[in-house]
């Protein structure tokens, strides 16, 4: 069994999936006061029927996101795949959060990202971040939106808040990681123990700065 | 195996968050297989884990919490998730392994000055803490008022080295009870430096000496109060701090002669994860495995 973290965002979720067939999900939305995620995990590989021996691949959110939530997930994925010597990837979570839209075009995801900046993707770019006033000349006037959290594009962007798509058409994360996993476990390539890192997208103007710096 | 982040961070002076924790994801895998290899183990010999729960920066603990755990549950290990500063008490045992309570141990470092009494029930009990820096602070201050390289406390202690310990009297730092406050002297060095117009290389060396040896002065002090109110046969010192050479000599003389004095080596008291290892072995006998998964917690005491 193949085992998909993403503990990015506000929203968090788990699957234990072998081959294309998904075995056991759990999705829950972050809180204070929450069990450690090892807690969830055990259960839920349980639940699907394996332990800890029936491990074949683990994939990981790699962010942009949350600082906390993505150490806690790199982590378990690293220490799980290298306990096991089962291959590890790391996956993109924007590209993840924007396959809560189902049909096409790909939705464009956007990630709250603190201090009134966003964390925007769409398909064929990487991520990026910015301020959230910048967020209407970036966005098309036909994308289909999913925002992380649900709601925010009304105050991000207020002319374009019909864009978002309602939370009650949204998949549940889960189903949206099971989808990412299978084209990652299928088409991409392992990382090696010590690759493992969180994605940093910064603001432009920091990015300026790094490469001025040797 | 000990993995020094000091090179990262000594361009930006002090220790970066940020780059602690990123620097974390990337090394720990393969510090713990330099390790295993270095102590010719394998996994397959491995019986337990332990790993620090607390107290310290976040976003390192994270990594440390989740990747021992991961692990663990993967190979069907037991883990035990221990204090830091208790294991800095306990590394006394890595130096004399028949260490056993009560004993009185002063734990000073970059983040902590505490002096606590380890039981003879087990438990650990605060009986003195820094009123605003830690120990270590006022090194790393010292030497950056100094003009001296991160880290600050072993820049000093060579420095001092040359340098005349009476040469400047530096207030000694006073807190009520058994605590300790290091900004007073702090200021006090700061002050001294700026009232010169040029510090020669030699008066460099006598300030370092004298600020050096307020800190000690005051540290050795509030042993020994805390000695005479409820003498304890053995003393145990630890953390970064505890590798300053005025320190362990000063101690030796103060000390020695009111109790066993337990000063690991120089490599034992700097932050290493053997002392996790002796720490988790004692919380085992005390309390067994953790039975479930647990978090980080980066404001964790000594328990
Ligand atoms: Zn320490």
Redesign the pocket.
């Known amino acids: 069994m193949r085992l998909a973290i993403d503990t990015s965002g506000v929203d968090q979720a788990l699957a234990v999936i072998d081959g294309r067939r998904v075995l056991a999900v759990d999705d829950w939305i972050r809180s204070r006061g929450d069990p450690p995620v090892l807690a969830r995990l055990d259960a839920l590989v349980r639940r699907a029927g394996g332990g800890p021996d029936d491990l074949d691949a683990v994939v990981a959110a790699r962010g942009p996101g949350s600082f906390t939530g993505l150490r806690i997930g790199l982590s378990l994925a690293a220490g799980l795949a290298y306990a096991r010597h089962v291959p590890l990837y790391l996956a993109d979570s924007l590209p993840i959060l924007a396959r809560r839209a189902t049909g096409d075009p790909a939705a464009v995801a956007l990630r709250d990202a603190g201090r009134a900046q966003v964390f925007a993707w769409r398909e064929g770019e990487p991520a990026r971040r910015l301020p959230a006033a910048e967020l209407a000349a970036w966005l098309p006037n036909s994308a289909r939106v999913i925002a992380e959290p649900p709601g925010m594009l009304a105050t991000w962007s207020p002319a374009q808040a019909h864009l978002e798509i309602p939370v009650a058409e949204r998949r549940s994360l889960s189903a949206a990681l099971t989808d990412f996993a299978i084209w990652t476990f299928e088409s991409q390539k392992p990382l090696r123990y010590d690759e493992v890192q969180a994605l940093y997208v910064q603001p432009a103007a920091a990015e300026e700065r790094d490469r001025k710096t040797p | 195996m000990i993995r020094s982040q000091d090179a990262l961070h000594a361009p930006y002076g002090g220790v970066v968050p940020e780059l602690a924790a990123r620097a974390h994801l990337q090394t720990l895998i393969p510090v713990i297989e330099r390790a295993l290899e270095d102590a010719g183990t394998r996994w397959e010999q491995v019986d337990a884990l332990g790993v620090t729960r607390g107290p310290g920066l976040i976003g390192c603990l994270l990594v440390g919490v989740n990747l021992a755990q991961a692990i663990a549950w993967a190979r069907k290990l037991p883990v035990v998730g221990v204090s830091?500063l208790a294991a800095?008490v306990y590394a006394g045992l890595l130096e004399d392994e028949d260490l056993r309570p009560p004993v009185l141990g002063l734990v000073v470092?970059g983040?902590h000055s505490d002096l606590v009494r380890w039981q003879e029930n087990g438990e650990m009990a605060v009986i003195g803490r820094t009123r605003d820096d830690a120990a270590g602070e006022a090194f790393d201050k010292g030497a950056r008022i100094l003009g001296l390289p991160f880290p600050g406390g072993p820049a000093i202690d060579k420095l001092a080295a040359t340098g005349d310990a009476r040469a400047v009297a530096f207030p000694r730092p006073r807190a009520p009870g058994l605590d300790f406050s290091f900004s007073g002297v702090k200021t006090a060095l700061l002050y001294e430096v700026r009232k010169r117009k040029a510090i020669s290389d030699q008066a460099r060396a006598d300030l370092a000496a004298s600020y050096q040896e307020a800190i000690v002065d005051a540290l050795l002090q509030r042993v020994e109060a805390a000695q005479a109110a409820d003498p304890a046969p053995t003393i145990v010192l630890g953390?970064?701090v505890a590798r300053n050479r005025r320190l362990r000599e000063a101690a030796q003389a103060r000390l020695g002669h009111l109790a066993h004095l337990v000063i690991p080596a120089p490599e034992l008291c700097t932050?290493n994860a053997a002392m996790v290892g002796v720490a988790a072995l004692i919380e085992w006998d005390r309390r067994g495995p953790d039975p479930a998964p647990f978090d980080a917690d980066p404001s964790l005491g000594f328990s």
Request: hydrophobic fraction near 0%; glycine fraction near 42%; charge should be negative.
């Open positions: 830091h800095h470092s983040g953390g970064g932050d």
